[in-house]
């Protein structure tokens, strides 16, 4: 047996790992509902001022990217957006949402949410600090 290491690997070998590991894990997840989630805040002049992308994993909400434009910090948009997806999600039967933040980006932001540290990766990638939150969506509202 061969053993190979590349930092250049292509599409096609990363889509065959990729489809291995989903065919061994189809039988276990299969049937799970999944849809993607996307909510946007907008400008007057049409421009997004912010956004949420996550998508709904059985009955998790899993919150990916939530970004606010930086001269409109602090105007209550991030949480409008974080709000509305959760209330989206509370809807098509959701109980918890997952997300990770950086020691720099937000984590006081969702800690005022509601959200509760369940793990921390220290040093990472090197001097940073890695956050997984996750909040219960029961008694939501």
Not at 24 to 46: M, Q, R, W
Not at 92 to 116: E, I, M, W
Request: overall charge negative; aromatic content about 12%; proline content about 3%.
């Amino acid at each position: 047996m061969d053993i190979e290491i590349t930092t250049q690997p292509t599409q096609s070998d990363i889509d065959e790992i990729r489809n291995g590991l989903r065919q061994h894990n189809k039988p276990h997840l299969e049937g799970i509902f999944h849809t993607d989630l996307a909510c946007y805040s907008y400008k007057v002049n049409g421009d997004k001022s912010g956004g949420l992308v996550g998508e709904i994993w059985g009955d998790w909400l899993i919150i990916k990217f939530l970004w606010v434009d930086k001269e409109l910090g602090g105007n209550g948009i991030g949480s409008e957006l974080l709000v509305k997806a959760e209330s989206y999600a509370i809807e098509h039967g959701c109980h918890s949402s997952f997300l990770d933040t950086f020691s720099f980006q937000a984590k006081p932001f969702y800690v005022r949410h509601g959200y509760n540290v369940e793990m921390v990766l220290k040093n990472h990638p090197i001097s940073s600090e890695r956050y997984y939150l996750t909040k219960s969506l029961l008694n939501c509202s």
